[in-house]
C-alpha cells in the first residue's frame, strides 16, 4: 500500500471513529446535551483536531446517519437484485431488512428518525438537508420497486406501490415508536413479539386474493 492510500485509510478510519464517538454520547446524553467537546474527548482527539473533519455536531450527525442509511439501501437493493430467487417470500426478506437496519444499530437509527423530524430539517443547512434527501430518496425507491414486483407478479394487492411501501415502513415505525415510550417508562418491551405479529397481519393482509 502506498504512502497516499494508507493517509487515506487512516482517514476514513478517524471519521468512522468520530461517527461512532458521537453516535455513543448521543445514546448517553441526547442531541441536545452532545457537544463537539464531548464527542471529541469520546474520541479521544483534540477539539481541534476533530473540527480538521467536522464542522459542527449536526454534519457528524448526518454524516453518522447517512452511513448507516445507505447499510439499509444496500440490504434493499440486494432484495431487489435477487428478487427472483425470493420470489415467494419477498415480504419477509423485506421486513427482515428492517429489523436488521434497526437492530444493528438502534442508536442511529432513533437518531435518524429523530433528524427527519420537521423542525430538525428545518433548521439544517441546506447541504446537510440534501444528504439526508439523497439517501432517504434511494431507499424510498427501492422499497417501492420491491413492492411493484410484488403486485405485478399477483403476489401482494394491486394497489399503488408507493403507498404499499410507505404502508408497511410505517407500520415498522409506529413499534419502534411505542416501543420507545415503553422503555423512557420503564415498561417491558414486546418487540420482538410485536415485529412477528405485524409481519403476520400484513402479510396477510397484503395478499393476492
Excluded at 448507516?68 to 425470493?86: A, V
Excluded at 408497511?168 to 415485529?195: C, D, P, Q, Y
Aim: hydrophobic share 40%; with cysteine.
Amino acid at each position: 500500500m502506498g504512502i497516499k492510500e494508507r493517509k487515506k485509510r487512516e482517514k476514513d478510519e478517524r471519521k468512522a471513529s468520530i461517527l461512532n464517538a458521537a453516535m455513543q454520547v448521543y445514546a448517553e446524553v441526547g442531541y441536545h446535551a452532545t457537544t463537539m467537546e464531548k464527542i471529541a474527548a469520546r474520541a479521544e482527539l483534540s477539539r481541534a483536531t476533530l473540527y480538521l473533519y467536522f464542522k459542527t455536531k449536526d454534519e457528524i450527525f448526518v454524516h453518522a446517519i447517512v452511513s448507516r442509511s445507505d447499510y439499509f439501501g444496500d440490504l434493499l437493493q440486494y432484495i431487489y437484485d435477487h428478487r427472483e430467487e425470493s420470489k415467494d417470500r419477498i415480504f419477509d426478506a423485506f421486513w427482515k431488512s428492517f429489523r436488521t437496519f434497526y437492530k444493528v444499530d438502534p442508536v442511529s437509527f432513533n437518531a435518524t428518525l429523530y433528524f427527519h423530524q420537521g423542525e430538525m430539517l428545518r433548521s439544517l443547512p441546506e447541504d446537510l438537508r440534501l444528504m439526508l434527501d439523497r439517501s432517504g430518496t434511494r431507499n424510498y425507491q427501492l422499497m417501492c420497486r420491491i413492492m411493484e414486483y410484488g403486485i405485478d407478479e399477483g403476489l401482494f394487492m394491486d394497489c399503488d406501490p408507493r403507498t404499499l411501501a410507505e404502508t408497511v415502513w410505517t407500520a415498522f415505525l409506529g413499534i419502534i415508536h411505542l416501543e420507545n415510550s415503553k422503555a423512557a417508562m420503564s415498561r417491558k418491551n414486546h418487540l420482538e413479539m410485536t415485529w412477528d405479529l405485524a409481519a403476520t397481519l400484513l402479510r396477510e393482509g397484503m395478499a393476492r386474493r
